[in-house]
């Protein structure tokens, strides 16, 4: 943690929000009963944290971003615990919305187009590597399509491995045409993040702490 650059005034908010996605995680890793499931919904978190850590320093990210990274890791870490397909919160929804199956795994996939989006988009206009807010737009488009895609990939490759215990890991819950509708949530998030809140992630560009560029 001491990657946090002590010049950054956000640092205490920067250390109490990684503290507190630790011990999510710690809390979270003793409540669920499928460790293995859980290993492989939360090893992105475990991966990201460190990586923050080691590059805030020298590409500090804006504040908006850091706040969708950690909502990102609480929703992997809430479907490690029960697996996408037991989530209470996803019952409660199949009750509100009156649909076959637990929908959690859709937020999940719509959160993974979200942030993304905006993460490529921060590196594309910090890098000035596109010009044209279009043209960019398509960019980060095809970079969440790719991501999405990509862990698809990535589940069927589990699957194949590891045989049945794979079933609660990939949380298809019998639909055909999960995979799908997967990459089209994802889709809806980044399109969602690119409308809603682009304005917002400008302002925070031009306010990113010395260092950032």
């Known amino acids: 943690m001491s990657a946090i650059s002590p010049s950054d005034p956000r640092r205490p908010a920067l250390l109490l929000a990684s ?28 991966i990201a944290l460190p ?50 199956r637990n929908p959690y795994d859709k937020i999940g996939h719509f959160v993974q187009g979200f942030v993304p989006a905006m993460m490529a988009r921060e590196i594309l206009l910090r890098g000035d590597h596109v010009k044209g807010p279009w043209l960019r737009s398509f960019l980060i488009i095809c970079v969440v399509m790719f991501i999405s895609s990509f862990y698809e990939l990535l589940e069927w490759w589990v699957a194949l491995l590891s045989g049945e215990s794979a079933e609660a890991f990939l949380g298809t819950q019998g639909d055909p045409w999960d995979t799908q509708s997967d990459m089209g949530f994802a889709l809806l998030g980044s399109i969602c993040a690119l409308l809603l809140l682009s304005r917002w992630h400008d302002r925070q560009l031009r306010r990113l702490p010395a260092g950032g560029s």
Do not use: N
């Not at 979270?28 to 992105?44: I, K, N, Q, V």
């Not at 850590?53 to 909502?71: N, V």
């Open 19 to 46: 503290f507190l996605l630790l011990l999510i995680l710690a809390v979270s890793f003793t409540m669920t009963g499928d460790r293995m499931t859980w290993l492989l919904e939360t090893l992105p978190v475990m």
């Open 51 to 100: 990586l923050l850590w080691a590059t805030h320093k020298r590409y500090p990210l804006t504040s908006l971003l850091y706040g969708l990274i950690f909502l990102h890791c609480v929703v992997l870490i809430y479907g490690g615990i029960y697996t996408y397909a037991k989530t209470p919160f996803g019952f409660v929804l199949q009750d509100w919305l009156g649909t076959m």
